[in-house]
Each structure stands twice: as C-alpha cells, then as structure tokens.
C-alpha cells in the first residue's frame, strides 16, 4: 500500500496526453483541434471533421477530395463479411453484429495489421471510416430479413448511410435533405469525446500492439452499456415509459431515491458540470427534423422538453450539476427519422469510429509508447498456509 494512488473511475487521472480534442466541463466547451463543435456542426460536414481530426487540419479542397476518393474507394466490404451476419440470430442485438463484424474485419485486411509501416496506418484508417456504415446498415438489413444494400458513392456519407438502411429493391428511398443534414450533424457531435471509457478500451487494447480492427471492436463492446452508448436507447425507452406529461414528477422522485437504481436516462455527464454543447446543437436540430417528419415523436418532444424544465429546476438535480447530455436529444431525432431504438448506439459507434481509430493512431506514433498497465490496491487474504480438502469446512 502507499506506493500507489487509488482513482476509481479514474477521476483525476490523465491517461494520456491528446491533441485531438480538448473539453472544458466547467464551462461546456468541446473543441475538435482547435474548432468549437457549434461551428463544426454549423460550417463543417461529418467527413471534413473525419479528415480534420485524422490529418490534424481542415483540408483544402484538393486535399478533401483526395480523402473522399479514398474513402469511396473503400466502402464496400468484402463479400465473405457479409455472410458472417448469417451466423447470428436474426433478433441479435445489433451492436452484438457490430462487435463481431468489426473484430473480423482484421481476417480480411493483412496489411492492416502491419501497424508499424504509417501508410498501412493511414489506409485503416480509411477502412474503418469508409466501412463502419456499410457494416451497420448490414446489421440493421440482417434483423429486418431484408436485402444488403451496397453502397453508393455519388450520395454524400450521411445520404448513403440512410440509403443502405431504408432502401429496398421495390422501394427506392431518397432521404429528406433535413434529414440527411440532422443525420450528419448527430455524427459530427459524436466524433470524438476525448477519453470516454470506448476510446480508453480502443487506446488500452492498442497499446498491446493488438491489430486495430480488434481494438476498435473492444471499442464498440464498451460503448454498448447504458451509461456510455447506449443511454440514447435508454432515453426513448425512458421517454416512451413515461408516456404522459403528469407522470413526470413520478420519475423525478424515482431518480431522486437514493435506494432506487433508477436514473434519468440522457442526464449527467462525467466530464461536463454545466451544460453539454453537444445537447445545445441537437436541440435546435430536433426542432427542424421534428417539422418534416415524426410528427409521432412531437408528443415524445414535448415530453422531453418539459422533464428537461422541472428537473433542471430540482434541488436534486442542481446540486448535483446534472443536466441533459447528448443522448438526451439524439434518441428523439434517430427516431424521428425512422431508425429503431436498437440501431441508436450503432450509430454513435459509426460516428466515434473516427475518434477511436484516430486516437489508437495518435497513440501508436507516440515516441515510447508503452503498453497500458494500471496497478491496483490489493484488499485481500495475506499469505497463509493451504489446508487439504480434507481439512477443510
Ligand atoms: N439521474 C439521477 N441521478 C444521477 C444521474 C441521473 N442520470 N446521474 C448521476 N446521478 C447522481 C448519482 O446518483 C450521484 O448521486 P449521490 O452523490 O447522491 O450518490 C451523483 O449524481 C453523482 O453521480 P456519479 O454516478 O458519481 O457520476 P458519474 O460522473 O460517475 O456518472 C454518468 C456520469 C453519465 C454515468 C451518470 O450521470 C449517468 O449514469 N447518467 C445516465 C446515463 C447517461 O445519460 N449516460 C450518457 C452519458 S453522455 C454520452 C457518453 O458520453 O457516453
């Protein structure tokens, strides 16, 4: 004891040091290599802040289409992947495909593995960006018993994203602009959050000099647990419990009930004390999706708005500085727009792929790079003596 300090949850302890992203909790800045996430998801599409935090800059507009070129190239996944899906339960949860699916992706790119040569490093990169939704819409087609549909690379990422997911060979689906907007801007604020429990996995799994693909896919399994990825499915679950205005104080109470485990889905955040600015930007994006089209979800909005209203002015809630965090925003809008609740944590994997893989990458060309070992504080047995079963009970 004493040679170590304990940090459950590692609250104060930095893991590594980033020039990816930086986040201010108290004041509710979230930057992306200098730029503040309201003027990226402003100004910027979902694939220039991929290359903005893969390269480091914004690109010019050579360079920019270079890196869409690339990542066309690449979209496609191989056709032996797509029979992995076959394997699984047609009701498997989504995120069980991705997980899979993703691990095995390091069986079909050998050069990939060799992550010691920087243009290898580059092309994963380009992989995983260009696959991850191929491989989503891949799952969500699986569970639906509906055809793949390969992708198209004159649409825009967001556009072809949304295609492989609802088109179908007797019904051709063109996605709403708005939609195809909101989509893009849900990606963007998912991006990258510095070092959430996902991209601590993917850096923790890498720095064995694990191949990415299996890095990433640790990723995806951490960002599955309701208290990281998948509390915007628990938000609309939440949301959709509560059902009528009146029973909100119903839930506040149970939140509040120290011997209830229940907590409000979508509040909170480890890092941010006072406002999230990605719940600020999903807000105003609710409110235009919400015009042209889920005119089912308005009630869910509504609900939203007002449980946001009463809890924000909840001793409770103040003193413990919870506020709405992206998923609280982010369910509404994926439901909106027709995704299923079990796709929502999907889509946060699609958007944080770039995070993570750019992060590993980050990690990998550090000079001395070592690999991730945390000490613990042993609280057990000391030394004794073993006894025969025999003398034993
Ligand atoms: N509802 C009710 N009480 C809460 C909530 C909540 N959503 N979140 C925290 N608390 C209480 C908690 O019970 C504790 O109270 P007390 O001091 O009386 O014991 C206090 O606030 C501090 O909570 P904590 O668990 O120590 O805080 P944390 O920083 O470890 O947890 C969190 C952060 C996000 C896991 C947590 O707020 C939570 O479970 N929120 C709901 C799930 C959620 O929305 N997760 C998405 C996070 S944002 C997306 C992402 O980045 O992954």
Known sequence: FGLF????????TASCESKLTFIDGDKGVLQHRGYSIEELAEKSTYLEVCYLLD??????????????????????????LLRFYSGYRRDAHPMALMVGVVGALSAFYHDSLNIRDPRHREITVHRLVAKIPTIAAAAYKYSKG?????????????????TMMFDTPCDEYVP??????AMDRILI???????NASTSTVRLAGSSLANPFSAVSAGISALWGPAHGGANEAVLRMLKEIGTADRIPEFIQ?????D???????????VYKNTDPRARVLKQSCDEVLEVVGAGEQEIFKIAMKLEEIALQDEYFIQRKLFPNVDFYSGIILSAIGIPTNMFTCIFAVARTIGWITQWKEMIEEPGQAIGRPRQLYTGYDIRPYKPISERG
């Open 189 to 195: 604020l998912h991006a990258d959050h510095e070092q």
């Open 254 to 258: 149970r939140a509040k009930d120290p």
């Open 260 to 270: 209830d485990p229940f907590r409000l889905m979508g509040f909170g955040h480890r």
């Open 55 to 80: 390269m480091g800059e914004l690109p010019t507009q050579a360079q920019f289409d270079e890196f869409k070129h690339l990542i066309a190239t690449h979209t496609m996944v191989h056709e032996q």
């Open 146 to 162: 509906q055809p793949f549909v390969y992708p198209n690379n004159k649409l825009s990422y967001s556009a072809n994203f949304l």
């Open 176 to 181: 709403h602009p708005v939609v195809v907007r």
């Open 5 to 12: 300090t304990l940090d459950p949850g590692f609250r104060s």
